[in-house]
């Protein structure tokens, strides 16, 4: 079991800035491939990024590319998300997970059932 904690939601203008952060616990982080989905109100979950495990590769949706970046301190069992320009579209529920299995890698965008391991949430504000 992986269990996850996200932190640093907020509201936010149009144009500002927030950094999420989830904390993980259990087994050993450095295995798994972590990823950031999120799902506003009324719509479905839908891929942001992941970070692999191995090199720390990471892929983007179309949507955040160049505003977003993902990053993991392996030593301190964290991942980020740092989130740059903030768009109103932004608004949202964030998760981060965990891969199902470990040591599994993702070469492009990734599936919610392709994550086993998943934290509660943290609610992102944009306001225009």
């Known amino acids: 079991q992986v269990y996850l904690v996200e932190s640093g939601g907020g509201l936010v203008q149009a144009g500002g800035s927030l950094r999420l952060s989830c904390a993980a616990s259990?087994?050993?982080?450095?295995?798994?491939?972590m990823g950031w989905f999120r799902q506003a109100q009324g719509k479905e979950r839908e891929f942001v990024g992941i970070?692999?495990?191995?090199?720390?590769?990471?892929y983007y949706a179309d949507s955040v590319k160049g505003r977003f970046t993902i990053s993991r301190d392996d030593a301190k069992d964290t991942v980020y998300l740092q989130m740059n320009n903030l768009k109103p579209d932004d608004t949202a529920v964030y998760y981060c997970?965990?891969?199902?299995?470990?040591?599994?890698?993702?070469?492009?965008?990734?599936?919610?059932?392709?994550?086993?391991?998943w934290g509660q949430g943290t609610q992102v504000t944009v306001s225009s």
């Open positions: 259990g087994r050993t982080f450095t295995r798994y491939t």
């Open positions: 970070i692999n495990y191995s090199g720390g590769t990471t």
């Open positions: 997970a965990a891969a199902l299995y470990p040591y599994r890698s993702f070469p492009g965008a990734a599936l919610p059932g392709d994550f086993g391991f």
